[in-house]
Structures are given as structure tokens and as C-alpha cells.
């Protein structure tokens, strides 16, 4: 089996839409060989339904404490005074407890707080629940990825599901990079040599490897020495993180994620060390024209499940 693209909106556009057409795009696709990734497994749907739960339930606990301030906003000034002073938890803990009296004008407000209240405490602990399951499949799946440093269940889960669990689907780290939006795209003309930033990619994977920089920069020793490093050398913050995602295209071409599916930059969260030698090493720029660096995303595809060795070398890349 083999998953195909959507065609080209170009094409699209030329030839129209429907589903013989795109079933002739598609088979034309595989017989010309520009389609031939491998889909993802069964493994991965659990977790992928899972993890729609749990977001959905914090989509409607944001929703419901959005309602509980506006009505606040409006209420009484002796009920707007008592309850905005107290925040999170507190605030829900004290309107869950509220006893609506007798007035007829406060009654039909603090039953609307009371039951938003109790609304945000179950939807909470239905979070949790979903969490805490996603967060067994996904140890039990790949514990090298929860392992590492900085991923935490919310992130992992993310990127289990773009990764998916069919070890040929991602063969290189670069491939794994493209598929997250982390590699940055050529874009030279004539005598200019130079990247642009992907805009392409699953934008969830580049916001969970987003994360994942963040926190080690604010939490690992070895990145946060990495970044006082960059910093020394006069790049911005925006920089540096673009440099902790993106992958280092001089070792990806020749590190492959068979070679180790639980490298120790990731799990200690340090950054893999540079090439020294008397002559300079070569230098990639990324968007920005920045040499890139030992990123986050490089190490994580390590830990996705390993393809067997194949007898033609190395397989091409492939960017789904």
C-alpha cells in the first residue's frame, strides 16, 4: 500500500475534480513513482483519537472559564468583588461551594456560576484521564521519545502522530524534519545562495519541536550554555530557537535513526557536539543565513522506529 498526495492545485485546476479523476491522479502518481510513501500504521489511530478527546476537553474548559469572567464582569458588585480578587483554581474551588440564598436576582447568577464551576472541575479531571491513557500508549509505543528530556506527554503524542508508527515512512532525520516544517527550504538564484524558512509541514509537529526547544532552554544546563554561546555571538532569540529546530543537514545525510533509536544528546538534552579540526567545518545557513546546530528534531527522529536495512543503500528521502 502506498499513500499519495493530493494533486498539484495546479493540475486541479487545469483538469477539474471528482473522484474518478482523482483516483486516475492518484494511480498515475504511483506508476510514475512520485508517490511512495508507506501510510502509517493502526497503532497510531488510539492514540490520535485519544489525543482529540483530551484537546477537545480543554477547548471547552477554556470556553467555560471565559464564560464564568463575563458573567463576573456583570454580576453584582458584592459577587464581582468576592470572586474576581481570587484566580484559578481557588476562584473554581469557591463557586463550586456557592449557596444561592434566597434573592431573586442572585439566584439565577450564582446557579449559572455554580454549575459553570463544576462544568470546568469535570472537564478537568476528564483531561487528566485522557492524558494519563495517551500518555501509557505512547511509553509503551516508544518510551525512548517520553524519555527524553524536555517531551513531555502532550508533545510526544504529536509527534507519534505525524511520525506515525510505520518505521519506513521516516528513513533520515532530515526526512523527519521536512515532515515537521523544521527543514529550511533552498530558495538561491543565480549568484544568491540562500534558505527560507518552511511554511509547509505539520504545523503541530513545528509547534510541539517549538516546545520542546523551550523548555530545554529554560530548564537544561548544556542548552542553556548553547544559548549564552549564540547569544555571545550576536543572534537574536528567535534565531537561536530556529537554529535548536532545524536539522543539521552536514550529519544528517550520513546518521541515520538505525544507528541509534535512543541517542544520548537526547536524553541528557545537550546539544551534540560540533566538528572541531584545524580547518572550519562546512557551513549551512538556514533561513535567516545562520550556520545551523544541533537541534531537537535531528534527536528525536532517532528514537522513531527503525527501518530494516535495505540492499540498494540508502533510500531516498522522503518528505510526507
Do not use: W
Not at 486541479?12 to 513513482?33: C, L, M, Q
Not at 484537546?55 to 464564560?67: E, P, V, Y
Not at 450564582?110 to 491513557?133: P, Q
Not at 516508544?142 to 502532550?154: E, F, H
Amino acid at each position: 500500500m502506498v499513500e499519495v498526495n493530493r494533486p498539484d492545485k495546479a493540475e486541479r485546476r487545469r483538469i477539474g475534480k471528482s473522484d474518478p479523476i482523482d483516483a486516475y491522479a492518484a494511480a498515475r502518481a504511483v506508476v510514475s513513482g512520485r508517490a511512495g510513501s508507506a501510510p502509517k500504521g493502526d497503532a497510531i489511530n488510539g492514540i490520535r483519537s485519544l489525543h482529540n478527546a483530551a484537546r477537545s476537553a480543554i477547548k471547552a474548559r477554556t470556553a467555560t472559564l471565559n464564560q464564568i469572567g463575563h458573567i463576573l464582569i456583570s454580576a453584582p458588585d458584592d459577587i464581582r468583588v468576592k470572586y474576581e480578587v481570587l484566580q484559578g483554581n481557588k476562584r473554581i474551588e469557591a463557586l463550586t461551594r456557592l449557596r444561592l440564598g434566597d434573592d431573586p436576582v442572585r439566584v439565577p447568577i450564582l446557579t449559572a456560576l455554580r454549575t459553570l464551576a463544576r462544568r470546568v472541575k469535570n472537564l478537568t479531571e476528564e483531561h487528566d484521564t485522557l492524558t494519563a491513557a495517551v500518555d501509557a500508549l505512547v511509553t509503551h509505543l516508544n518510551p525512548g521519545l517520553r524519555a527524553a528530556y524536555g517531551v513531555g506527554p502532550d508533545t510526544a503524542t504529536q509527534l507519534l502522530i505525524t511520525a506515525g508508527d510505520n518505521p519506513n515512512r521516516l528513513r533520515t532525520e532530515a526526512s523527519f524534519a521536512a515532515l515537521c516544517g523544521a527543514a529550511p527550504v533552498p530558495a538561491s538564484s543565480g549568484k544568491t545562495n540562500r534558505h527560507r524558512l518552511s511554511r509547509g509541514g505539520d504545523r503541530a509537529a513545528n509547534g510541539a519541536l517549538y516546545l520542546i526547544a523551550l523548555v530545554r532552554m529554560a530548564r537544561d544546563r548544556h542548552t542553556r550554555d548553547y544559548v549564552e554561546r549564540q547569544t555571545k555571538a550576536g543572534r537574536t532569540k528567535k534565531e537561536i530557537i530556529r537554529l535548536l529546530n532545524a536539522p543539521s543537514r552536514g550529519r544528517s545525510s550520513a546518521t541515520s535513526p538505525r544507528r541509534s533509536r535512543f541517542p544520548r544528546s537526547l536524553t541528557s538534552g545537550r546539544p551534540a557536539k560540533p566538528r572541531t579540526s584545524r580547518s572550519p567545518p562546512p557551513r549551512t545557513t538556514s533561513g535567516s543565513g545562520l550556520p545551523s546546530s544541533p537541534t531537537s528534531s535531528e534527536a528525536i527522529a532517532a528514537t522513531m522506529p527503525s527501518p530494516p536495512p535495505t540492499a540498494t543503500g540508502s533510500p531516498p528521502l522522503d518528505q510526507r
